[in-house]
């Protein structure tokens, strides 16, 4: 049996989110490649040395498009060359044409609540490309229950067709040397009492809320700092906006998408993660704080409670105030802290990616054996 992989999303500079969950799957598959089970990655490009390494069973390959890849260059060669048994793709979009069984991981439907949110050219893939690969997949993998429940009501689809597989947490514990690298960014930042957001810069992770709440902390707190680590998304001005308006410049810090060593810093280091979205089809830094005994508040929203349970802190997410006393109840009970960090380290032992992994595959091997009996 060989399964076909569109790779790409593991195949950028700076992983985030799906990244991150594509770059971990190709990581666990390329660990059971065996006679009997072979991977064939399909990239764009030559593949990057962090990447799982070459196999006799696990290997890259080449297909040059520069646009439309999914939708014309994948499907021909897939059809010219027909040396897989089942495709599997980990981020929405399926090639156009597929002359094998497909799986596809869908992660959220944002685009489907917060249109207002995206660019146009990229709502119009999200909309009409997904809604064919959910479509035309043998198999659906969700990523959380919520997520589930928004395929079946926006797309009717049947429930036996998808199947929930969470994602896991895997952030970067330093070594010594590292630490003491990492050590040297704190000192550059100057940050020593500090609130954190981990996440891509966009409207939906409502930050707005976020720092208007801040702003509010600082009044009885003034040795604070808002950290606000990662990349910049798209209509991200707004936020960069907003804090120099407020006059909040040398209080709000944005570093940009940091290495997993010193994301791993700011985790062990910060006094709460904060995660005020308005919608997660999933939540990976909520898990990756709570490995790294940072207390969690988050958004009463989607599936953040559903990934948390009772090892986080929740607050409706249109109420800076009701933010604000989250962060008060935090900070004036080291009991509370204490709770919500024991229970963040048991929450998060129910998730790996080892456990994503091998529910994965489990998906893809009997989406195969299905048109086989």
Known sequence: MVIGVDGNEAHVKNRVGVGVYTFNLLKYFQKQAKRELGFIIFLRHHPSFDLPKETKYFHYQLIKGRFLWSQIFLPLRLYLKRDIDVFF???HYLPRFCPVPQVVTIHDLAYLYFEKDFLKKDLYQ???WTKYSVNQARKIIAVSKTTKKDLIKSYEIPEDKI???YNGASCCH???????RVEGSKNKLKIKNFLLFV???QPRKNLAVLIDAFDKFLKINKDFKLAIVGKKGWLYEEIFQKVKEMKLGRKVIFTGHVPEKQLAWFYKNAFCLIMPSLYEGFGIPLLEAMSFDCPVIASFSSSLP???ADACLYFDPKSPDELLEKLKLLKDSNQLRKDLIEKGKKRVKEFSWEKCGKETLEVIKNAYASITV
């Open 174 to 180: 330093p070594e010594r040397g590292a630490k003491r």
């Open 306 to 308: 559903e990934v948390g």
């Open 126 to 128: 999200l909309k009409n």
């Open 89 to 91: 793709s980990p981020a």
């Open 163 to 165: 199947e929930v597989i």
């Open 199 to 201: 996440g891509t810069l």
